[in-house]
T-cell receptor, first 113, second 115 residues
């Protein structure tokens, strides 16, 4: 199956700092999603991206669909303690009925107050 | 905001027993999915379902697994004879509208523990 490389694997930052994480694939994706997962809960959708080069914001979060269509980036500005969790990227190789999303390995974010 | 609901939240089952995990997708959604997440690992795709049939499945989804939409609201995952390695969180997801590229919304999962 498709491999998504997500980095960094974990981050420890001070409250107020900005955060950047990225996801790369070996093949072209047509859709990129970013999710956040809190312990014991399901992934919650943060941002969805559908076009190469697209830059989308959701509050303090900004994500970009890489121009090569093989990568995506998520930035969090001015981090706060509730940003703690695991962030997953997910990508779909083609737009078609039922085609699966492949998930990255996750970035664990710890925010130190 | 509408959400995907899953029951039970935790299921403990003896190895070899059958288990059925239940999901109620968001009501106007047309595409349904099951994923699993082994503790500490990434989310893995199991199966997608559209128009009352499986549209795609992964190599994890072997003959021990089956899915069903028994009525207009429920979507179930059955594991026929559970193994120890089936222990994981199982997430149901749905996506809506006419276009399959719409994002998937996840339930909070069922934690399956096989003894």
């Amino acid at each position: 199956g498709q491999q998504l490389n997500q980095s960094p694997q974990s981050m420890f930052i001070q409250e107020g700092e900005d955060v950047s994480m990225n996801c790369t694939s070996s093949s072209i994706f047509n859709t990129w999603l970013w999710y956040k997962q809190d312990p014991g809960e399901g992934p919650v959708l943060l941002i969805a991206l559908y076009k190469a080069g697209e830059l989308t914001s959701n509050g303090r979060l900004t994500a970009q669909f890489g121009i090569t269509r093989k990568d995506s980036f998520l930035n969090i500005s001015a981090s706060i303690p509730s940003d703690v969790g695991i962030y997953f990227c997910a990508g779909r190789p083609r737009v078609d009925t039922g085609n699966q999303f492949y998930f990255g390995t996750g970035t664990s974010l710890t925010v130190i107050p | 905001e509408p959400e995907v609901t899953q029951t039970p939240s935790h299921q403990v089952t003896q190895m070899g027993q059958e288990v059925i995990l239940r999901c109620v997708p968001i009501s106007n959604h047309l595409y349904f999915y099951w994923y699993r997440q082994i503790l500490g690992q990434k989310v893995e795709f199991l199966v997608s379902f559209y128009n009352n049939e499986i549209s795609e499945k992964s190599e994890i989804f072997d003959d021990q697994f089956s899915v069903e939409r028994p009525d207009g609201s429920n979507f179930t995952l059955k594991i026929r004879s559970t193994k120890l390695e089936d222990s994981a969180m199982y997430f149901c997801a749905s996506s809506g509208g006419l276009y399959s590229n719409q994002p998937q919304h996840f339930g909070d999962g069922t934690r399956l523990s096989i003894l």
